[in-house]
């Protein structure tokens, strides 16, 4: 298990203390993105949101690891990923309103003129693997220096299209790192119930790429450990990435984990289940790196930010119609009826 908190001094790390400030400081702001969309989730702003409480450490490390022009494939739970890769937190929650992520809105890469480098978020369970696994190859084939990180969950292990990304991965030599972070939980099914593999990281063997596991509430050794398989990856050598974590509030907001937590969460040590955002703000102070009001200045600079976020995002209304698009090129005339129903409805409506 790779980990830096609590083993060794900031001196000691490959961190400069300007990036491990950074580190903090967005860390910070994820958490302050994620407490204000379960708020606007909760007074029906947007319909339902998954939070990642618990995972700032794992999201933001991991983010800071990659190239900007590295290929990501999020899922539902990776915003803080986004949000610490440069996506603008109104992007994120225009999303949650139910705009079409290809629309050009602010911070989009084709908006400025830029190749995308975030996927969309995969909803449906690990079938962005695969794609990830064709854009690594894609990459190579063009000779771009640039990999493919595919999030995933500990739950998504146990799909088809999980074995099949790492097989195809393992066996074409795909620049591509799988990060998965096992927070302990699929839903209400604890991991000991998802797997009888005795890690995650341990999968990786079978198809003949490497597995390493990582404290995934140490921000510094997310960071250490992604930067270095991003360099194997790189060279043809795909590495899948266990982030230990911890779920720390519900599945989604649509979610009451009381009705199955305690029990099962017995058992996983401290380090696993405590804040990582306090651990970790406490490692720096300690190394004299950040001062006392570190942390309250960055969140008040975050609400700040996220106010401005969250009027942008409030300003227009998404179009009823667009759940239609992007699954044909050309709609079958039932679709084309659906649509016109919705579009119609929602006119009379207004
Ligand atoms: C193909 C598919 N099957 C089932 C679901 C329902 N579902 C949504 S989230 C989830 C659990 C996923 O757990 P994990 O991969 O550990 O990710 P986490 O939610 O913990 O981030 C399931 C089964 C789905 N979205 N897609
Ligand atoms: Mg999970």
Redesign the pocket.
Known sequence: MHRVVGERSLGETSVEPDLARTLLREMVFARVFDERAVALQRRGWMSGY?PFEGQEASQVGAARALADDDWLFP?Y?SNAVQLARGRSPADILRFRRGFSEYEPVDGDDTAAGREPVTFTQA????TQLPHAVGAGMAAAHRDADRVACAC?????TS?GDFHEALNFAGVFAAPVVFLC?N?G???SLPTDRQTASETIAGKAGAYGIEGVRVDGMDPLAVYEVVAEARESALSGEPVLVESLTY?RGP?TTADDPDRYRDAATEGLPEWRTADPLERYADYLREEGVVDEGFVAAAREAAREELDEAVAAAEGSEPDPGDVFDHAYAAPPPRLRDQRRFVTERDGRRE
């Open positions: 998954p899922t739970r909803t449906p369970i690990a995933l969950g500990d739950g998504a799909e972070e927070n939980w699929a839903i779920r599945h």
